[in-house]
């Protein structure tokens, strides 16, 4: 595999993994193996890695993008001998995934707009925020087609995650009518040939985070930090920054610190043993670090 391999970037440049795994057939994780361990190879990342739950990690900690994700869409490949080659294709990969996550947040901001146009004069102004999550914050979303979860429709790539957090004395009425009207754009976002994107969103009073910020079930931990992360997109600045003073003055905030340093140290130990395993023996169980975690139940 390390001479097709060598062969393809001489003929085409450096590739990503995606790019060399659409022409050579052949297991993921032997393609990463191979590229990682070869010495007439670089592979160069690009972006960042950030904090992600996942169920099956003692902890719950590692990190995003998985490994092969990285591979995948946010890796350059090419020969060792051409490193300034490798370093302009890394460059067009992150002004790429920078291009898509920017247009998607400006959907997100679209997608307020419209929500708000939509409920008029009853719209609540100092007691609601939308906050934008998951990695369009980080410019790290990709446009990658894949399945969205209900419908197996394919989607363009990352989704777009939006908590809405209202204060506890909006009137339950207003909750429905607006999580009816954010439904409506999700399916029109969803449906149109032209944006065909998939929102998640999950809407939730004060005292639901009041609730959250005790950082004690799993459940909790992935909110948490899905408002830690969170960037305001719309709405009272004010909620918004008493949603992080909750985080602040409960721990949270420092607890994620933690987590953050144990998924780095976690990463690393995992793709050393990866490197060093035989495709043939490895299982299940040692794989499912090297595949993509999904944070959804805050969203369900």
């Not at 708000?116 to 009853?122: A, C, F, I, R, Y």
């Not at 929102?199 to 899905?226: P, S, W």
């Amino acid at each position: 595999m390390e001479e097709e391999i060598v062969h393809l970037i001489r003929t085409h440049g450096p590739l990503t993994g995606s790019e060399i795994k659409k022409i050579l057939r052949g297991d993921h994780l032997l393609l990463w193996q191979t590229c990682k361990t070869s010495s007439r190879l670089q592979v160069k990342s690009v972006g960042v890695r950030y904090l992600r739950f996942d169920r099956q990690v003692n902890g719950f900690a590692r990190l995003s993008p998985s490994i092969l994700r990285e591979f995948l869409t946010y890796s350059a490949i090419g020969l060792a001998e051409k490193p300034t080659l490798i370093e302009e294709k890394g460059g067009e990969i992150f002004s790429h995934i920078v291009r898509v996550s920017r247009s998607k947040w400006e959907l997100a901001r679209y997608l307020v707009a419209a929500v708000k146009s939509q409920l008029g004069e009853t719209w609540p102004n100092e007691q609601i925020c939308f906050i934008l999550a998951g990695d369009i914050i980080y410019d790290m979303a990709h446009d990658v087609p894949r399945p969205e979860r209900s419908t197996g429709r394919l989607v363009r790539g990352s989704d777009i995650d939006l908590v809405v957090i209202l204060d506890d004395n909006v009137p339950d009425d207003f909750i429905r009518r607006l999580d009816s009207a954010i439904y409506q754009e999700k399916y029109k976002f969803l449906k149109s040939p032209s944006i065909n994107e998939e929102i998640d969103y999950v809407v939730k009073k004060m005292e639901r985070v009041r609730e959250q910020v005790r950082f004690d079930t799993f459940k909790n931990m992935v909110a948490c930090k899905i408002l830690q992360e969170g960037k305001l997109i719309g709405g009272s600045k004010n909620l918004h920054d008493e949603v992080m003073r909750l985080l602040q003055d409960n721990g949270v905030l420092n607890k994620l610190d933690r987590l953050q340093e144990a998924a780095i140290k976690f990463r690393k130990r995992e793709e050393e043993f990866l490197i060093q395993c035989d495709v043939k023996l490895i299982n299940r169980e040692d794989l499912f670090f090297f595949y993509p975690a999904e944070e959804s139940e805050e969203f369900e």
